[in-house]
C-alpha cells in the first residue's frame, strides 16, 4: 500500500485537516488503521467520503484504489441515497419511476411517548421510521457505523475533542423553503438539553457531555458545541444516532402535537395524516432540498401483531416491513418474493447481575453463571444465527474501537469450580424483565444454565419491570439481584458503557447492577475522552478485561436488523436504529 | 311497563357507576407508574416525576375519581394521557369500527344460526341435526386465532381475493371486503351457541302444549310456526345474542389483533398497556353503556314476545 503513495495529493489534503485528523491519517498511512477502520473514524472527524477515497488512493496502488473506492462506495451506499447530496444515479431513478404513486410500510404502533411523533420524546422505532422520511438531522450514521453529512457537510474537533465546529449545507431548507440556518440548529439543541423539556435526548447528551447554553451560532451557516469535556464520538449524539435531534425551526416553540402541527422539516417528505391508531400518510415535499423522492406518497400503517404484518406483506398489502425478528419470520427468510435487508447492529439484551448485595455480590458467583452460558447455541436457538456473540463488555465486534475482542470463555467446570468455593450449596433467586421479543426465552436459557450451578432461578416476567425491578431509583423501588434489559442500536458504545455501568454519581442512571467501580469510571471517561482509534482500543481493551473479569452485566449477544422489502421495491434504505428512508425508493 | 324500565334503568346506572369505579381503581393499581409508561424505559426518573406531577397523577385516588367522575357527568372524558388530545377525538372511530364488525357478524350468524337451530330441531335425531350440531360446536371450540389464519391464508394470501384486514377505511366497497374475513371468524365462534339456542328453543316449543292446540284448532304449518314456534323459541336466542352483542364491541382483542381492526377491543387494550386511564375508563364506559343498551333491549324484546315476562316486571 505504502510502495504507491502520493506525497503531494496526501499533504494537500493535510493542509485542509486539524491535528486529530491529520493524526487519523498518519494511523491510515502507516498501516495501523484498516480501511473500514479508517473510514469510520475519518468521518467522525469530518472527512468526506470523497476525502476519504482519495487519501486510500493516495496511500495505495491503483489497484488498490480502485478497489477501496468500490468498497468506500458499497460502505456509504445508503449514505448517499439519504444525504440527498450529490449522487446523480438517484437523479436517473427519479426520472424513471415518477410515476410510482404509493409505497406502503408496515411498522409497530409509536409507543406513547412517540404517540404524536414529538421529536423532544420520540423514544422508539416506530415513530422514528416515520420520522426518518420527515426530519433530518445534521449527519447520518450509517449501517456501517461511519458518518456521512446531511444538513452539515463539514465537522471537525479542536485540538482536543472538547469543541466541535459544525458547518452547515446552505442548500438546505425547510419544506416552507425557508433556509436551515445556526439559529435553528442551536434552538433545537436547546430544546433537547434542557432538563425541563423531559427531552428523550438528555441521557444522550449527557454522556456526550453537552449541557445548556453549550451551543453557538458563529454565523448563520456555522455552529459551535462547546462541550463540558472532550468527546471523541460527539458527532454521533448529533447524528441520526440521537433520533431526537432532527433539526426544526428556531421559531418553534412547542412540538407537542408535532404530527399534525405542520412544523416545517427538512426531509423528502411531509406528513400529510396521522392517527395515532391506524397510521400516517406522507406526501412529497415539493420544496425538498435533495433530489425530489420519486414515490409520490408514503403510507404507514400499524401493525403490531409480527404474524398480522407478514400475512399482510406476504398477500401484497405492504411493499416494505421495516423490521421482523427472526422468531415467528422465518417465513420471510427464504420468500424469493422478499429482498431481506440484513444489518449486523448493537441492539442486544443485558442481564444484570447485582454487585452491591445479594447472592450476586460475590463476583466468583457472577463468573460462573457468565461461563455457564453456551452463547454460541443461544444465538443458533434464538436467532438462527443471525446474531453475533458479545462478550459482558459493550465493545461489540463491530465497534471499530473494540480491537481484539476480550473473549468471555464457555466452560461449565470452570464455572462449577467458582460456585464450589462461593456458594456450594447454590441459593434461590427471582430473575425479572420485560416480556417482550426473545426476551423471555433467553430468561429460560439463563434459568437452565444457572441450574447446572445449584442456582433456582423463578422468572417473573413483568409489566412494572421498568418501573419496579430493573434500577432502584430510590429506596422504594426494589430493583433485582438479576434482570434482562432491552438495549437498542447505536453507532458508539458510549452510552452503553456510561449510563448501565458507571457509577450512579458519575452518570450510571441505567445502572441495575449498582456497578460502582472507581477504575472502570476512569477507564471509560479515558475511553470518551480519546479522538483517536488507537487509544480508544487501548481504552476498551482494559475496560473488556474489567468487565469479563467483574461480569457486572452478561451481555450474552448483540443481534442482527432485519427488514424484508418487496423484490419490486428499490432504494429503501433502513437503518438498525429503526430508520426506514424512502426519499429513493422506486416501484416498478 | 314504565316502572319496569324505570327500574332497570336505575340498576343500569347504578352499575355503570360500579364499573367506573372499579375499573379506576384497577388502572391505578396497576404497577407502574403512568409517566415511565410515556416516557419510556431510559427516560429520566426526572422527567418521569415532572409528568406524573404535569398529569395530576400524584394525588389520592378517590379524588382523582371524583374528578374523573365530575367531568365524565359533564359529557368530558378528558385527554388521552397518550396522545395529550380529547379522548373523544378517537373513542367515536373505534367504536363505529367495532359496531360495524359487530352487525356485520350479526347479519351473517344470526340468520344461519336460526336457521340452522330450527333445521336440527326439525330433523331431531337425525343426520343432519348431527351435523349442525357437530359442526356449530365444533367451530365454537376452536379458538378464533385458527379460523382467522385459516380464512387469511385461503382467502388473503392463496386467493388474493379480499386483504387480510385492515382498518375498515376508504370506500364502501373497501370497507366491506376488509370487514369479511374478521366478520367470518367471528361469526363462526357463535354460530354454535345460536343456533344450539335455537335448537332447543325451536324444541321446546313444537312439543309445548300450546302448539299442539294451535295445530288441533286448525291452523296452518306456516301459521304455527310463525306465530307460536319461532316467536317463543327465538326468546333464548334473544338473551344470547344480547350478552353477546358487548362481547362484540369490546372483548374482541384476538379478532382485532390477528386482523389488524382498530377497533374498541384494540383500543382498550393499548390504553390498559400504555396506563392511559382516561381513554381506558371512557372506552370501558361506552362498551359498559352499549352493554346495558343490549340487555334493556334484549329484556324489552323479550317481554313483547313473551307477556308473562312483562306482567312479572309490572307487577
Not at chain 2, 111 to 116: K, M, Q, R, S, V
Given at each position: ?43 467522525i ?29 458499497e ?44 421529536p ?18 445534521l ?21 482536543d475533542?472538547?469543541?466541535?465546529t ?34 428523550n ?33 460527539f ?5 441520526s ?35 395515532g ?128 475482542p ?16 462461593a ?29 447446572e ?57 441505567w ?28 481504552a ?32 429503501v ?16 | ?32 407508574s ?6 419510556g ?114 382467502f ?89 352483542m ?67 316486571g309490572?307487577?
Amino acid at each position: 500500500m505504502s510502495s504507491k503513495r502520493d506525497p503531494r495529493q496526501l499533504d494537500a489534503i493535510r493542509r485542509s485537516q486539524g491535528e486529530i485528523g491529520n493524526h487519523v491519517i498518519d494511523e491510515y498511512a502507516a498501516g495501523r488503521l484498516t480501511r473500514r477502520a479508517f473510514l469510520v473514524r475519518g468521518t467522525i472527524v469530518g472527512m468526506s467520503v470523497p476525502t476519504i477515497g482519495a487519501l486510500i488512493a493516495a496511500c495505495g496502488s491503483s489497484d488498490d484504489a480502485g478497489q477501496d473506492a468500490t468498497a468506500v462506495d458499497e460502505d456509504t451506499g445508503n449514505t448517499e441515497d439519504t444525504s440527498g447530496g450529490e449522487d446523480t444515479s438517484s437523479e436517473e431513478d427519479t426520472g424513471s419511476t415518477a410515476a410510482a404513486a404509493l409505497l406502503v410500510i408496515g411498522s409497530g404502533t409509536p409507543s406513547a411517548a412517540s404517540a404524536n411523533l414529538d421529536p423532544v420524546l420520540i423514544n422508539d422505532q416506530n415513530g422514528l421510521t416515520i420520522l426518518s422520511s420527515v426530519g433530518q438531522t445534521l449527519l447520518t450514521s450509517n449501517p456501517d457505523l461511519s458518518l456521512s453529512p446531511l444538513l452539515a457537510t463539514e465537522w471537525s474537533p479542536n485540538a482536543d475533542g472538547s469543541e466541535w465546529t459544525f458547518k452547515l449545507n446552505p442548500a438546505a431548507t425547510f419544506n416552507d423553503g425557508t433556509p436551515v440556518t445556526a439559529a435553528d440548529v442551536v434552538a433545537t439543541m436547546e430544546r433537547l438539553v434542557d432538563p425541563d423539556n423531559n427531552s428523550n435526548a438528555l441521557s444522550a447528551f449527557e454522556v456526550g457531555r453537552l449541557s445548556p447554553g453549550g451551543i453557538t451560532a458563529v454565523d448563520d451557516n456555522t455552529v459551535l458545541f462547546r462541550l463540558d469535556g472532550p468527546m471523541g464520538n460527539f458527532p454521533y449524539i448529533v447524528s441520526s444516532d440521537n433520533y431526537n435531534s432532527f433539526v426544526l425551526p428556531a421559531s418553534v416553540t412547542d412540538t407537542s402535537a408535532f404530527a399534525t402541527a405542520n412544523i416545517p422539516t427538512t426531509g423528502a417528505y411531509m406528513i400529510e395524516s396521522y392517527d395515532g391508531v391506524k397510521g400516517a400518510t406522507l406526501v412529497r415535499n415539493p420544496n425538498y432540498w435533495g433530489p425530489a423522492a420519486p414515490i409520490e406518497k408514503i403510507e404507514f400503517q400499524f401493525i403490531d401483531d409480527l404474524a398480522a404484518q407478514i400475512t399482510a406483506f406476504t398477500s401484497g398489502e405492504l411493499d416494505v416491513m421495516s423490521q421482523f425478528s427472526v422468531s415467528g419470520g422465518e417465513s420471510l427468510l427464504d420468500n424469493p418474493d422478499v429482498n431481506v435487508i440484513e444489518h449486523p447492529s448493537t441492539a442486544h439484551r443485558q442481564i444484570h447481575l447485582r454487585t452491591s448485595k445479594g447472592p450476586f455480590a460475590d463476583k466468583r458467583v457472577r463468573q460462573a453463571l457468565a461461563m455457564a452460558m453456551d452463547r454460541g447455541a443461544i444465538i443458533d436457538g434464538l436467532f438462527s444465527g443471525k446474531a453475533n456473540i458479545a462478550n459482558d463488555s459493550p465493545f461489540f465486534d463491530v465497534f471499530p474501537s473494540t480491537g481484539t475482542p476480550v473473549k468471555q470463555e464457555y466452560n461449565l467446570d470452570k464455572a462449577k469450580a467458582l460456585m464450589a468455593e462461593a456458594a456450594p450449596d447454590g441459593f434461590d433467586t427471582t430473575l425479572y424483565g420485560f416480556g417482550t421479543q426473545e426476551i423471555p426465552d433467553l430468561a429460560v436459557i439463563v434459568q437452565n444454565a444457572a441450574r447446572e450451578l445449584g442456582i433456582n432461578i423463578t422468572i417473573e416476567m413483568r409489566d412494572d419491570y421498568y418501573d419496579n425491578y430493573w434500577v432502584s431509583w430510590d429506596e422504594s423501588v426494589p430493583g433485582s439481584d438479576i434482570g434482562i434489559t432491552d438495549y437498542g442500536h447505536r453507532g458508539v458504545p458510549d452510552v452503553f458503557l456510561a449510563a448501565p455501568l458507571k457509577s450512579a454519581d458519575k452518570g450510571g442512571v441505567w445502572n441495575g447492577a449498582e456497578f460502582a467501580n472507581p477504575t472502570y469510571d476512569a477507564l471509560v471517561d479515558e475511553y470518551s475522552a480519546s479522538t483517536d482509534l488507537q487509544s480508544q482500543q487501548a481504552a476498551s481493551a482494559k475496560i473488556q478485561t474489567l468487565l469479563v473479569d467483574e461480569v457486572p452485566i452478561i451481555f450474552p449477544y448483540n443481534y442482527n436488523y432485519l427488514s424484508a422489502v418487496k423484490t419490486n421495491i428499490s432504494g429503501v434504505v433502513t437503518g438498525a436504529m429503526g430508520y426506514v428512508y424512502t426519499d429513493q425508493a422506486a416501484k416498478s | 311497563m314504565t316502572r319496569y324500565l324505570i327500574r332497570r334503568l336505575g340498576l343500569a346506572v347504578i352499575t355503570l357507576v360500579l364499573l367506573s369505579m372499579v375499573v379506576f381503581l384497577v388502572a391505578s393499581v396497576l404497577p407502574g407508574s403512568v409517566g415511565r409508561a410515556i416516557l419510556g424505559p431510559f427516560a429520566e426518573q426526572q422527567s418521569v416525576d415532572n409528568l406524573n406531577e404535569e398529569l395530576g397523577l400524584n394525588g389520592p385516588v378517590h379524588i382523582r375519581y371524583l374528578r374523573w367522575a365530575g367531568d365524565a357527568f359533564r359529557g368530558d372524558f378528558g385527554e388521552s394521557y397518550k396522545f395529550r388530545a380529547p379522548v373523544m377525538d378517537f373513542l367515536p372511530g373505534a367504536f363505529v369500527a367495532s359496531l360495524k364488525l359487530a352487525l356485520a357478524t350479526l347479519v351473517i350468524v344470526i340468520p344461519l344460526g336460526i336457521i340452522g337451530g330450527a333445521i336440527a330441531a326439525f330433523r331431531k335425531g337425525r343426520p343432519t341435526d348431527r351435523i349442525i350440531t357437530i359442526v356449530g360446536l365444533t367451530l365454537a371450540v376452536t379458538p378464533e386465532f385458527v379460523v382467522g389464519i385459516v380464512l387469511i391464508l385461503v382467502f388473503a394470501v392463496r386467493l388474493k381475493w379480499l386483504p387480510p384486514g385492515g382498518s375498515g377505511d376508504g370506500t364502501i366497497g373497501e370497507q366491506l371486503k376488509a370487514i369479511v374475513l374478521p366478520a367470518l371468524t367471528l361469526s363462526a365462534i357463535l354460530f354454535g351457541y345460536i343456533a344450539r339456542m335455537a335448537r332447543a328453543g325451536t324444541i321446546n316449543a313444537l312439543a309445548a302444549d300450546y302448539t299442539r292446540t294451535a295445530t288441533l284448532k286448525g291452523l296452518t304449518w306456516l301459521q304455527v310456526m310463525r306465530r307460536h314456534v319461532l316467536r317463543n323459541a327465538m326468546l333464548p336466542t334473544i338473551a344470547v345474542i344480547a350478552s353477546q352483542m358487548s362481547y362484540l364491541l369490546g372483548g374482541l382483542l384476538v379478532t382485532e389483533t390477528m386482523f389488524n381492526y382498530k377497533g374498541l377491543g384494540l383500543l382498550i387494550a393499548k390504553a390498559a398497556e400504555d396506563r392511559d386511564v382516561p381513554m381506558l375508563m371512557a372506552s370501558v364506559f361506552v362498551v359498559g353503556v352499549f352493554s346495558m343498551i343490549m340487555t334493556l333491549l334484549a329484556d324489552l324484546l323479550t317481554a313483547w314476545l313473551n307477556p308473562r315476562v312483562r306482567l312479572e316486571g309490572a307487577e
